[in-house]
């Protein structure tokens, strides 16, 4: 089993839609979690942190932390054509340490 | 306030050559990732450093790598030997604090002729 696992891709919405990015991890003891956007040959680039339970919101996106199902989610509302990128999603915590453990990514495709 | 800064943003080398990659953080930052992207996969974590000592090199490859982060001056990660298979995006990552958010460089992409 894969420590973090997203959900495969690519995905593809239209311009305005809401953009649906899932993320499931396997160590129990993970404490923090974190949604990065890489660009096409670029660095990741940090859109969320999320600690509790519950909903974050920050501008068009919002992290959901689901602790007892082991579930992290990313909603992007209003997509733009520029949001298409891969979606990246990070623990902390448990047996890895402080260091990130990184999902396979979502490739998002926003179509105008 | 700068972000990570890395150099050289490329680098290419013949096989059997050193390559030296550099990294420094964000002001104020004092814990230092590296971590590795090989062409069409994820990010992978090499190691972690603070101020002179190296906190978790469990993600490093045995032979040679290596990693500093002196008290003064940038971090390196340094490849001896360099085979083809080093060939990938190298990318820095710098933090204020244990398990916190993690802000990345630009990332070093070396070329293994």
């Known amino acids: 089993q894969k420590e973090v696992e997203q959900n495969s891709g690519p995905l593809s919405v239209p311009e305005g839609a809401i953009a649906s990015l899932n993320c499931t991890y396997s160590?129990?003891?993970?404490?923090?979690f974190f949604w990065y956007r890489q660009y096409s040959g670029k660095s990741p680039e940090l859109i969320m942190s999320?600690?509790?339970?519950g909903d974050k919101e920050d501008g068009r996106f919002t992290a959901q932390l689901n602790k007892a199902s082991q579930y992290v989610s990313l909603l992007i509302r209003d997509s733009q054509p520029s949001d298409s990128a891969t979606y990246l999603c990070?623990?902390?915590?448990?047996?890895?340490?402080?260091?990130?453990?990184f999902g396979e990514g979502t490739q998002l495709t926003v179509n105008p | 306030n700068a972000g990570v800064m890395q150099n050289p943003r490329h680098l290419v080398r013949r096989r059997g050559q050193e390559a030296r990659l550099r990294c420094s953080p964000m002001?104020?930052?004092?814990?230092v990732y590296w971590y590795r992207q090989l062409p069409e996969e994820g990010l992978k974590f090499m190691v972690y450093?603070?101020?002179?000592?190296?906190?978790?090199e469990s993600g490093m490859p045995k032979e040679r790598f290596s990693a500093e982060f002196p008290k003064e001056g940038p971090s390196i990660l340094r490849i001896q030997q360099v085979v083809r298979g080093d060939s990938a995006a190298y990318f820095c990552?710098?933090?204020?604090?244990?398990?916190?958010?993690?802000?990345f460089g630009p990332g070093t992409r070396l070329t293994v002729l």
């Open positions: 999320i600690y509790s339970n």
């Open positions: 450093l603070q101020k002179e000592n190296i906190i978790d």
């Open positions: 160590d129990r003891g993970s404490q923090s």
């Open positions: 002001k104020g930052h004092s814990h």
């Open positions: 990070a623990v902390i915590g448990g047996t890895s340490g402080s260091r990130l453990t």
């Open positions: 990552a710098s933090s204020p604090r244990l398990d916190n958010e993690q802000f």
